[in-house]
């Protein structure tokens, strides 16, 4: 693999994926603190025909919360040979990635999943996500197998008032090869 890419665009760098349906859910309904389990995705199936070496996870979280009330994720991707059969392959437990302003109200931001191991060391002074999280926002898939998916735990702490809606989406990168340019 060459280490210079004469690329001039991030489009030609990357593809986004829809890691997952939509979630739109009130607090203490069956749908709170349940796992979402999302779409299966063929490491295989890009345009570039070769696998992506990385995944920035990014659920998108738009909610109307308490004052103080909490929304919170958890991640798990999961990878499997055969599409069908998955294990865990990268989780991170469960917190809180949005909290109600005073006197309650709407509220957007975004989840990304950050995962601190060998190939993903700590950064310092860089926030990506929550206080005192240094990890980079991105895990790498180098050993997971060619299918992946993501399931997502979301958790609204109020007891039936609040509600959310959430949009798991992926950004792949780091491919083998990329597509030739046109023209």
């Given amino acids: 693999m060459s280490a210079f890419s004469d690329r001039k665009h991030i489009g030609d760098l990357i593809d986004i994926k829809a890691l997952s349906k939509s979630l739109s859910w009130t607090a203490g309904s069956a ?29 998108l979280l738009d909610a109307t919360l308490a004052a103080g009330a909490t929304l ?18 990268a989780t991170v437990p ?15 931001g975004v989840a990304r999943l950050t995962l601190v191991n060998a190939d993903n060391p700590n950064i310092p002074g ?3 996500n929550l206080p005192g999280n240094l990890a980079s926002p991105s895990i790498q898939l180098d050993s ?13 702490s109020s007891a039936t008032t609040d509600t959310a809606v959430i949009f798991p989406s992926g950004v792949f990168a780091g491919f083998d090869t990329l597509e030739a340019p046109v023209g």
Avoid at 72 to 89: L, R
Avoid at 144 to 156: C, E, G, K
Wanted: avoid cysteine; charged fraction near 15%.
């Fill in 126 to 128: 860089q926030g990506f």
């Fill in 144 to 156: 997971a197998r060619r299918f992946i998916r993501l399931t997502v735990t979301p958790h609204l």
């Fill in 31 to 59: 749908q709170d603190n349940v796992p979402l389990v999302g779409n299966v995705i063929d490491r295989l199936g890009f345009p570039t025909g070769s696998l992506p070496q990385t995944l920035d996870v990014g659920v």
């Fill in 94 to 108: 469960s917190a809180p990635y949005l909290t109600g302003p005073t006197g309650g109200g709407h509220i957007q």
């Fill in 72 to 89: 919170s994720v958890a991640f798990d991707v999961q990878d499997s040979a055969d599409g069908v059969n998955f294990a865990d392959y």
